[in-house]
């Protein structure tokens, strides 16, 4: 089945040491998002592609990086993890054509920063 | 400021009870989606409703976009344990970017 898949699932890292999460779909869709959602809240738009057109929100620290290879692929880097970066991490993909705004997302990556 | 005010955010109820959750902005959507997220996974899409006025059955689950297009509703009958989980409105608006912007969520429980 066409799908988004995260990984890792759950992902442990040090304060101050970068690390990655990985995103990868099935379905070609042109649009790729990030999420970060805290315990009990809605995820929060990080930023987005929209092919390689990379959109940044205003409110996303500086902290936060993205990189997209390729349709299929597309990782969010944190440079230096503080305690307040511990978050579920989402991956949406999104059709810009037939008219549908659904997003689908992945299953997420638990970051825990210890 | 919350562009879509979701309500309530906490709801326990036990099986067998109705339940609804209101999604409310003072902004037109294009669109508006529903999604359920269990704990530890993403949010799956539920309902997605586009016309003003319409309304959607899922099972025991029923979704309405209001005329105007500002607001929407989730009805479950017969609440089931199952149906326990985050629930999220989301909408695209009608002016601007094509981003989602959520409501805060529904955490519901149903009690066996």
């Known amino acids: 089945d066409a799908m988004v898949i995260q990984n890792p699932r759950y992902q442990v890292t040090q304060f101050g040491k970068p690390v990655t999460l990985s995103c990868s779909q099935t379905?070609?869709?042109?649009?790729m998002y990030w999420y970060q959602q805290k315990s009990s809240q809605a995820p929060k738009l990080l930023f987005h592609?929209?092919?390689?057109?990379?959109?940044n929100e205003a409110d996303t620290p500086d902290n936060f990086q993205s990189r997209r290879p390729n349709t299929s692929f597309c990782f969010l880097d944190i440079r230096s993890p503080g305690l307040g970066d511990a978050a579920m991490y989402l991956c949406?993909?999104?059709?810009?054509?037939?008219?549908?705004?659904?997003?689908?997302f992945g299953p997420g990556t638990r970051l825990t920063v210890l | 400021t919350q562009l879509l005010e979701q309500s309530p955010q906490f709801l326990s109820i036990q099986e067998g009870e109705n339940l609804t959750v209101y999604c409310n902005s003072s902004?037109?959507?294009?669109?508006l989606q529903w999604y359920r997220q269990e704990p530890g996974e993403g949010p799956v899409l539920l309902v997605t409703?586009?016309?003003?006025?319409e309304v959607k059955k899922l099972k025991r689950l029923t979704f309405q976009f209001g005329d105007a297009r500002k607001d929407s509703s989730l009805h479950i009958t017969a609440a089931q344990p199952g149906d326990t989980g985050l629930y999220l409105c989301?909408?695209?608006?009608?002016?601007?970017?094509?981003?989602?912007?959520f409501g805060q969520g529904t955490r519901l429980t149903i009690n066996p």
């Open positions: 949406a993909t999104r059709t810009p054509y037939g008219g549908s705004n659904e997003q689908f």
């Open positions: 379905l070609n869709h042109n649009v």
């Open positions: 592609y929209y092919d390689k057109d990379f959109n």
């Open positions: 902004s037109v959507f294009s669109s």
């Open positions: 409703v586009v016309t003003g006025g």
């Open positions: 989301a909408g695209v608006r009608a002016q601007g970017a094509q981003k989602l912007v």
